[in-house]
């Protein structure tokens, strides 16, 4: 069965850092993509950065250029997400999940992990 475990969420302050992990088990996955989402409460989920196969393409949102970085191991089953100078908004529940190619599209991901909270306070 696959499972898709986040952690390294907080609650932080703004200017700090912080660095989720997804790991997965249960397939092979070094060839797929990986991707990170954030939900707030009664939204539906948004694409935040996502990884193809490990060194492969990465795809970032608006809001995470130049302070997220995505990355995976060489085995490809642990995506990190390297959070930077976080603002206030930046505060979500925060999702991996796996997809056959990078995208931005939550439909193009077929499991999810159970999210992690980032909290960013003023």
């Known amino acids: 069965q696959v499972q898709l475990v986040e952690s390294g969420g907080g609650l932080v302050q703004a200017g700090a850092s912080l660095r989720l992990s997804c790991a997965a088990s249960g397939l092979t996955i070094n060839s797929g993509a990986m991707g990170w989402f954030r939900r707030a409460p009664g939204k539906e989920r948004e694409f935040v950065a996502a990884i193809g196969r490990p060194g492969g393409i990465r795809s970032y949102a608006d809001s995470a250029v130049g302070r997220f970085i995505v990355s995976r191991n060489s085995t490809g089953n642990t995506m990190t997400l390297q959070m930077n100078r976080l603002k206030p908004e930046v505060t979500d529940d925060y999702y991996c999940?796996?997809?056959?190619?990078?995208?931005?599209?939550?439909?193009?991901?077929?499991?999810w992990g159970q999210g992690t909270q980032v909290t960013v306070s003023s």
């Open positions: 999940a796996v997809g056959r190619a990078v995208s931005r599209s939550i439909v193009d991901y077929n499991y």
